[in-house]
Each structure stands twice: as C-alpha cells, then as structure tokens.
C-alpha cells in the first residue's frame, strides 16, 4: 500500500464497518471546497454501499484518476488536521496484515474513544410535495410524513422507528427521501466534546484610563476594568472572584465593546494533584550502572530490542527511570508500558514525581474526556512521557527515543478483540520506525523473549541480587491435606503469620485469583451444577449483592431456593473466592483493616488509585486480591506475602500453564521484604511436591527456563513454532460445526495444492473449552507454523472465501496468530 500525497484528485479511504472479505481502500472524488484540505490521517464522512448510506472513514493516501467525475464524492471533512501521522497509518496497514483485520478496525484502535464520532440520520418533512404524490403513498408511509409535519423538527432515524414500531432495518424512511416527500440529513457528533473556559480581556488596553475616568460604566464595571488592565487575560470565574461581581457585569462590558470574551480550551487532567518533585537523584549500584551504561549506548547507536531480566526487587525500575530521563533531556519521547491499571498509579507517581507536567497516563480507567485531553497533550508535544497500559503504545509521538515494557510476560499486553495485536510486536514496529530503543523489562520474562535474548536476537541484561540491603522473602510451602476439614481458606501457619505481622505494625498481602464467594452451586439431591443460561460456565455466588453472577458474560440473577432441575432445595455453595476469604479474616482477625483488590471492587473511576494509596499510606494492614495485586506494586511495610490456592492455575488446558504459574507464584513472592526488612512468604498448595511451586519458592527462574523450554521444543510450541487459531462462533451449534469443518477443507485443500512449502500442523476442529458464551456456541482450529508473509497471505484467502459463503453467513470466523488463551 503506498501512502503518498500527490497534489491530489481523489482520496484512498478506509471505510468503517466493512467485513474482513471485502474490505480495501475506496476511492472518493474530493469536492472542490475541500481541495487542499484533505490529507492523509484525516477523518471523512462518506456514501457507501446500497442507499450510499453515510459511513466514518479515514484517508489514507492521495491520489489522481481519468474519470473522477465517475467516482463518488466525499461528503464531508471531520478533521481540519491529520489525526494520524504518516507513522500510524503505515501502522495500520501493517496491522491489517498481521492481525487479519479491516483497515479501519487498526486504524480506530490508535484513536481515544472520546475522538470517535457518531453518524447520526435524520429525517424532515419536505414542503411543497404535490398532494396527488402522497395519496400513492402506503398507509405506513402516509403515516409517517404525517409525524414529520407535525413535528415541525428534524427527527432522528431511530426515533422514528420507534414511534412508526417498525424494525430498526426497515428503507421506508430512505425511500420516500429518495421519492422527495421528505428530507433526510446526516450529521457528524462527536462523542465527547473539548472542555473550555469562558476567557475575557479588553478590547483596547491603551484606552482603559479613559474608561475609568469617564462616567459610561458602573461602579462594578469600573472594577473588572482595573482588574483585567492589572491582569490582562482571565477567567470569567477569576473576575469575579477578585472583581465582586457576578457574570452579568462581564457581559455587560461585552455588549459596550470594552471586553472581549472567548472560549479557551482547557485540560481535563485526573493528576493534577500529584505530587511533584523535586525527585532525589537515582542512585545505582555497580551492576545498575553497568546495565544502564551498555542500555545507553546502544540508544545513542540507534537503538534495538533488549530485554532487562532481574530477579523481583533488583531495582529494575531505577535502571529505567534514569535512561528515561536521559532520553527527554535529549528532546525525545518515552513510552512507559504496564499491564495492570493496578500497576499505573506507581508508576505513574514514579514519572510524575520527576517530570511534572510533562507525564501523560494512557489506561482504560479514564473518563473518555480525560483520555481525549492526555491524547491532544501528547499530540502537541506538551507530554514527552507516556505512562499507561496496552492503548499507550499507539501514543500519538513524533520522535520516541525510548518504549519501556514492564512486566513484558502478562497476557493483557495481548487484545482479545479486533485488532489481535500484541502491544510488543507493535513496539518493535514503532522503535524500528524511530530507531528508538525497545526495553523489555520483567523478574519472569517470557520464553519466548527469554529465548530469543539467548539467541542473540535480543540484547540480554541482568540484575542478579537485590537492590541496597534487601534479600529475597523465606518460603513457605504448606500441604493443605494436613489442615483440619473445615478449617476454612487459611492455613494454621498463615493464621499465624498474619497475627504476628499485624502485631509487628507491618502489612500483608494476599493472592486469590478467583473473585467471588463461593465459586459454584449445585444440588445435593440431583448432583447438578447451576449454570449460566448463555454460558457453558458455572455460577459464582457473590455475597456482596447476593446473587448467582456469571463471569464471562456478566448474566446475574437470584439464588434459587429450588434447584432448577430436580425441584429439590438442597443447594450447596462449594469453593470460595476473594470475598469469602475477606470474610474469613474479618473474623480470624477482627482488629485488622482489610482492603480487597479484583474488579468487583475496582470498577468506579480511579478507584485503583485510591485504594492503593491509602495503602501505601498504612490505612490498611492486609490487602486481599486477584493477580492485580501480584505484579509490580512496591510496598515499604509489606513482609509477609500468603498464596492461597497456589495450584489453580497449574492446571488450566494451556500449554502456558507452567509458565504462568511459576510468573504469577515468583512475582507475588518478590513483593514481600523489599526494604531491608526480611520478608516472609507463605504457599498453600494441595501438592506441595510439584516442582514448579519448589522452582517459583526459590526464584530460580533459569532452572525453569531450561526445564520448559526442553518440554516446547520436544512437543513443537512457541517459541519454536507460531500458534494461529481460527475461531468460529455462532447461535446455532451445528452450523458453526459445519463451517469449522468447511474450513479446514478449504485449508487443506489451498495448502496442498498452492501452499505445500509451508510447515504446517493442524488439531481439530472441536469445540472450545467453554463451548458456549454469551449466547453463542464456539469451535477452534488450531494450526501449528511459521507466521511469514506466506502463511498470512494463505489465512487471508481462506478468511476472504469463508466470508462471502452465503450459507455461513450467521457465522463469525476469526484468526488470531499466538493468541494468549486458547478458546
């Protein structure tokens, strides 16, 4: 795809809501009005498929054709200037090769929500339409010119609809605006407008003396007067604070042409508050500086892929901050990357504390005005540093010198959702772009960055100790077979610990990865498990509101008193989650504040900022969590860390399941005794013999790198192949069977005939582990490979041919390459 700008005659566009098999870029005649003013990255309105219904669509180059007047013109211009740099669209192009998405989809993916736009269709009366032209008309027709007249205002497509009872599908609007009888009209609204201040100044500063002097203005007016002539510029909120007037009085002095008022935009900033510097300078030890001396050079050499591999409490951090600050104070960008919103107030407050004003936050935590204000900021070049989550490492940056990725092994770097991209093939792109330097930053990096750092493809750097005087936290693994029955989710030794921590005056942190009470009910009589009426999952019971609630696709309802199959009423509640554990140490430990962490508690805005913090400011003794609380968090008081359910995820149908449980064991272990004091950490297992918990107690994280991957390569798994499923999902089960079957007969048969240079494997298809979410049955493909430019020109024609089958159509087929969980 060539993304130039020729003086120009047509605009190549990216139109949104195309299906992946027939999307590409359509040309559209630009208006003599908007010569000139349509560029590349700019937004569009245009008229598209049968109707040529309005569509958004997004230029993405220029260019010239003989028969101009034969092509459709634009409708409209959004943007006055590019919203994505030459840098981004590039980006998506590449994205929509190697994620199998529409042009547009990778495109919206770089914008914040707050910038979108809603089309929005209404719908007026025409005046004078000959009468004998609305007798021919159908009674609904008649009806509805009818509404117009007496609305006498422009009506919404969707409310007319409604009060019409027709479907939302219905062409009875559009066709009697094509017969002239009434009007339709297609506007743009944006979905979050700019925050502004109401501004006043005078009009001739010179001639303020003779104001003053002369008799033409009140007593009042005379003040807002001599204060914008000692002020010059300010708030209409400011002048009557320091002027004694209401805003009246400005207005006023408006109408006479004394003042001038305007509208200023202002920044919706969540931060203000931080606390700002000034920072104490970093100081590395030897092998900090070490690292940091070979990390700097190979910046100021161009740049590269590294990856910063030290043990939980090594001071990887430092090593970061201060190439950070080296790369601003030479005029460039920073992209800092964290996995969790969890994770971002630390970090954030690390960056803020040093740069000031210059810090943007990137996270989905943000109001959409928030987001859209940080994203302009950085666009302007008024904020050199990025903090946030996935979204950030599409930051709007001109010259990026650095991308930090910390915690570079967690599954949320990867998106579920179209585009499938992972953030850190996306920062590989934009550090090669800038010739920036791409840092990979983790105390259990991934294998396969951990492998390809072995293979030189990557600079390797290590952090072997602790920094200052802190040591790795004493292990304990504890067997629950031995524990009495009913003795609840914690341990004798836990129980203790605690005590003799809250005690102490020090605090703790536990891990549960399950949210919840109780993690299922079932019936004593019948043995059925209740289950979620659109899911093949199980309930989990919450106390907090009392009822049955399903996580996959948030269905909740009320407890049944009977079961729902047998009629009996002898339910059960069995397992427990993060709620009944709060529960458990409210009463094992009832002098101690307890803080819990996981989504059901951190859905309000910035509530992960206010829980943490007051945290960190000890207003809590023990804080409770899922893996949120695992990663990254930095607590002076924290010396005792408790795993209550360590061997959950060791068995999760995954090939990653190892790997994840020895990260998520070895991470949450590393928070604890991490400023001298020595920590203490205790592991509850159901089998305390497994190796991977005894590896995880000892933070031995290169005895596990070589005992995995001897398991990847023998059994073919990433990093020694690439992982693409292809999904398949649908309403009704047979026919998403059929179309996972039709599909690997089409795979096979392109791939033996046209495609037989490619290694390939393929298992399935069968149905996905949970079959069935939100309503909607399931099926996989999975295919073992190479993920080159063959192999995706393959999965492209099978994705394009699957999507015009007619009789697929209720059918939604996707692929995604090295997805983080298999379906």
Request: with cysteine.
């Amino acid at each position: 795809m060539t993304l130039s700008t020729p003086a120009a005659s047509i605009a190549n566009v990216a139109v949104e809501g195309t299906a992946f098999h027939f999307d590409k870029l359509y040309g559209y005649r630009i208006p003599v009005e908007l010569m000139g003013q349509v560029q590349p990255g700019c937004r569009v309105v245009v008229p598209f498929g049968m109707g040529n219904r309005k569509r958004q669509g997004l230029v993405m180059s220029l260019g010239e054709t003989a028969d101009v007047e034969k092509i459709k013109p634009l409708h409209s211009l959004l943007d006055e200037k590019p919203v994505l740099s030459q840098e981004l669209l590039q980006l998506a192009a590449w994205l929509k090769q190697k994620t199998y998405c529409t042009t547009f989809e990778s495109a919206k993916a770089m914008l914040p929500a707050g910038i979108n736009v809603n089309l929005s269709v209404s719908y007026c009366a025409a005046p004078d339409v000959d009468p004998e032209k609305l007798e021919t008309l159908s009674d609904d027709g008649k009806r509805l010119v009818e509404i117009l007249r007496r609305s006498r205002a422009m009506v919404t497509r969707s409310r007319l609809l409604k009060v019409m009872g027709l479907d939302e599908k219905s062409r009875l609007p559009d066709e009697l605006a094509e017969q002239g009888v009434i009007m339709r009209s297609d506007s743009a609204v944006r979905r979050v407008g700019d925050l502004t201040v109401r501004m006043a100044r005078l009009c001739d500063p010179q001639s303020a003396e003779e104001l003053l002097s002369g008799s033409d203005l009140t007593p009042k007016q005379k003040n807002v007067v001599r204060f914008l002539q000692e002020a010059g510029t300010a708030s209409i909120k400011e002048i009557g604070y320091f002027a004694f007037c209401g805003p009246g009085v400005v207005t006023a002095l408006e109408r006479k042409g004394v003042v001038l008022c305007y509208q200023h935009q202002v920044y919706r900033n969540p931060f203000r508050d931080q606390v700002q510097g000034p920072a104490s300078p970093i100081q590395l030890t030897q092998s900090q500086q070490d690292v940091f001396d070979r990390l700097l050079a190979q910046i100021r050499a161009g740049g590269g892929v590294s990856l910063l591999h030290g043990i939980t409490g090594s001071g990887k951090t430092q090593v970061f901050l201060r190439l950070a600050q080296e790369v601003v104070e030479s005029g460039r960008s920073v992209i800092v990357m964290v996995p969790e919103i969890s994770l971002t107030p630390q970090t954030m407050q690390l960056f803020y504390t040093r740069f000031g004003s210059r810090v943007a936050v990137i996270h989905s935590g943000l109001s959409l005005g928030e987001r859209l204000d940080e994203w302009k900021r950085i666009k302007n070049g008024e904020a050199p540093v990025i903090v946030g989550t996935r979204s950030a490492v599409f930051a709007p940056c001109e010259n990026i010198g650095l991308i930090i990725m910390d915690e570079e092994q967690e599954s949320s770097y990867k998106s579920e959702a179209a585009p499938r991209f992972h953030a850190k093939d996306v920062a590989k792109f934009r550090a090669k772009w800038h010739k920036a330097q791409l840092l990979l930053c983790s105390a259990t990096p991934s294998l396969t960055s951990y492998y390809a750092a072995k293979q030189g493809r990557y600079s390797l750097h290590q952090l072997k100790e602790r920094y200052g005087d802190a040591v790795l936290p004493k292990v304990e693994i504890v067997d629950m077979r031995g524990e009495s029955p009913g003795s609840g989710s914690i341990s004798e030794a836990l129980r203790e610990a605690l005590e003799q921590n809250l005690e102490a005056g020090n605090q703790s942190i536990l891990l549960l990865n399950r949210r919840g009470y109780n993690t299922f009910a079932s019936c004593l009589s019948c043995g059925e498990v209740i289950s979620c009426p659109y899911c093949s999952i199980s309930m989990t019971y919450h106390a907090a509101n009392g009822r049955l609630m399903c996580h996959y696709c948030g269905h909740s309802q009320e407890v049944p008193s009977v079961c729902p199959h047998c009629g009996e009423g002898h339910i059960q509640y069995t397992g427990f989650g993060t709620q009944r554990v709060e529960q458990e140490l409210q009463e094992l430990l009832p002098s101690a504040r307890i803080v819990r962490m996981d989504t059901d508690t951190t859905m309000s805005h910035l509530s992960h900022e206010s829980k943490l913090k007051a945290f960190a400011q000890g207003q809590y003794d023990i804080m409770i969590g899922t893996q949120m609380v695992a990663k990254g968090l930095d607590f002076e008081k924290v010396t005792l860390v408790g795993v209550i359910l360590a061997d959950q995820p060791l068995y999760n149908d995954d090939y990653r399941s190892y790997e994840r449980t020895f990260a998520l064991l070895t991470q949450v272990v590393g928070r604890a005794g991490r400023r001298g004091t020595k920590g203490r950490a205790i592991i509850q297992t159901y089998i305390p013999d497994h190796p991977i918990l005894h590896l995880a107690a000892a933070q031995d994280y290169e005895a596990f790198y070589e005992t995995e991957i001897a398991t990847r390569k023998m059994m073919l798994y990433p990093p020694f192949c690439d992982i693409c499923m292809v999904g398949f999902l649908g309403i009704k089960e047979q026919k998403v069977a059929d179309s996972a079957h039709y599909f690997l007969q089409r795979f096979a048969d392109a791939a033996s005939r046209d495609y037989s240079d490619l290694p390939l494997q393929v298992l399935g298809p069968a149905p996905a582990s949970i079959a069935r979410v939100n309503g909607k049955y399931r099926y996989r493909l999975i295919v073992k490979c190479r993920d080159g430019r063959r192999f995706r020109q393959l999965m492209a024609l099978l994705l394009t041919d699957f999507g015009k089958k007619r009789e697929y159509s209720d059918v939604t087929a996707f692929a995604d390459m090295n997805p983080e969980g298999i379906l």
